[in-house]
């Protein structure tokens, strides 16, 4: 209905003037290439060959690059003075929310796919026959990564020091759930554990949980 099209159209809108400069997701693409190098060269070989390490070490780089990405996005809107315009139009707050949610998501998606495939490049392939199960359990923390990180990097945008606000915000919001979950899903899978499911499940359970918190929240500061 008019609800699906306008959020489309909000999402449109993302990506266009995202994809327009580019300007963040190169930002994000060159810092996940730096901190893979660096964690490339810090660890040695025999550590790199304990798969164990792989979870941890997507997650350092997903949640700081990602989470840049969407400071930038957020900045950019309040430098352009857009998402007042759009609060000033009368549209529901929680499908503005939405909106900017899915547009960030559709970057993190990427980004993780990028990440993943230079970590594949530099460190080879931890995951064996199940990169594909550990690729989607990723690609479904982007979920809530990208509602509880639209949310803070929305509130602190307007706030003196926004870059780092957002990001220091969202992360103990992400670490102690999303990023946990997923970490956990992570690890049974080397460990070829039955635990898989269940961090799984909590994993979805934490997405919806941010996303619906977030539309819910936006509304409240209408």
Do not use: C
Not at 57 to 86: C, K, N, P, Y
């Amino acid at each position: 209905g008019g609800g699906v099209s306008l959020l489309a159209a909000l999402v449109r809108k993302e990506l266009r003037v995202e994809l327009r400069s580019l300007q963040g997701t190169v930002a994000a693409a060159m810092l996940v290439l730096a901190l893979l190098l660096l964690l490339r060269f810090t660890l040695t070989n025999d550590e790199i060959a304990q798969a164990r390490l792989a979870p941890a070490i997507l997650w350092s780089v997903l949640l700081f690059a990602g989470l840049g990405l969407l400071t930038h996005t957020a900045l950019r809107e309040s430098d352009r003075g857009t998402g007042e315009m759009l609060r000033l139009a009368p549209l529901p707050r929680a499908t503005l929310f939405l909106g900017a949610w899915a547009g960030n998501l559709v970057l993190l998606l990427g980004l993780t796919l990028l990440a993943f495939g230079f970590y594949m490049l530099l460190f080879g392939n931890s995951f064996g026959a199940d990169w594909l199960p550990a690729l989607a359990i990723l690609l479904l923390s982007a979920v809530g990564v990208s509602a509880a990180g639209t949310l803070t990097t929305q509130a602190a945008a307007p706030l003196p020091g926004a870059w780092m606000l957002g990001t220091l915000l969202a992360i103990p919001l992400l670490l102690f759930t999303v990023v946990e979950a997923s970490l956990r899903a992570l690890q049974a899978l080397l460990l070829d554990d039955a635990g898989v499911a269940t961090a799984v499940a909590l994993l979805l359970l934490y997405d919806l949980a941010f996303l619906a918190g977030g539309a819910w929240l936006s509304e409240l500061a209408d």
